[in-house]
């Protein structure tokens, strides 16, 4: 039997790169995204009413991919508390609204389910210059954690993907930069950047019953950044 996956922010960087390799193992792929395109639905994961109109308009899936992201860069003297609240609200607030809804939706049905999304190495390696996204990035992992808890007497599972340096739009600017890039490549030590795929396959197994014991982690790809 076929099984349906919702990717969300599916329409580039890892959330595009899921969205292909889960076809290509054979689950029936529903791409949202912010950004409306062809055969995309539209979706503002910190909107409620936007995560129930995707759902019913895709019905009934067994699992979630939610790669909707936001990045900025500030000072954390100078940076604007909208700006802060803004990523929280996309990171945070939009995991939980995403994992609550697919949740609520499984266990009225009575059928398991699993949810990966994104958080960043940078819940546990704090860098300068992106304070919220570190904040943002830190509550993903602890809701995850929780999330994990609360449902796996329904046969829910919650887990995330901590990406490390990842060759994506969202890290084009950094990576365009020799001095950037320099830098970055010295807190890693496989000395290179990650590919989107390379991300789309950890969340490949995550879905599959493969890791059907697997919940509640948060699964470092960062070419041993975090063991260094």
């Not at 994961?45 to 979630?64: H, I, K």
Request: one cysteine or more; hydrophobic letters at 50%; glycine letters at 10%.
């Amino acid at each position: 039997m076929t099984r349906t996956v919702l990717v969300t922010g599916g329409a580039s960087g890892i959330g595009a790169a899921c969205a292909a390799l889960l076809a290509e193992q054979g689950w029936a792929v529903e791409v949202a995204d912010l950004r409306p395109g062809p055969g995309h639905h539209e979706l503002d994961v910190a909107d409620p009413a936007a995560w129930a109109a995707v759902l019913d308009a895709v019905g009934p899936v067994n699992a979630l991919v939610n790669c909707g992201g936001h990045r900025s860069r500030g000072a954390l003297v100078d940076l604007d508390v909208a700006e802060f609240e803004r990523m929280l609200r996309v990171h945070v607030v939009g995991t939980f609204l995403g994992v609550q809804a697919c949740a609520r939706r499984w266990i009225a049905d009575g059928t398991p389910g699993s949810v990966v999304t994104m958080s960043s190495v940078t819940n546990t390696q704090a860098v300068a210059g992106q304070p919220h996204y570190v904040a943002a990035k830190a509550g993903v992992a602890g809701l995850v954690r929780a999330a994990a808890v609360e449902l796996a007497p329904h046969g829910i599972r919650v887990n995330a993907i901590a990406p490390g340096v990842i060759r994506t739009p969202m890290t084009a600017d950094r990576l365009g930069d020799p001095e950037q890039t320099a830098w970055l490549m010295n807190r890693v030590p496989a000395r290179r950047p990650g590919e989107p795929v390379e991300i789309a396959a950890a969340v490949g197994f995550l879905v599959s019953d493969a890791a059907s014991y697997v919940t509640g982690t948060v699964l470092p790809v960062d070419g041993a950044w975090t063991a260094s």
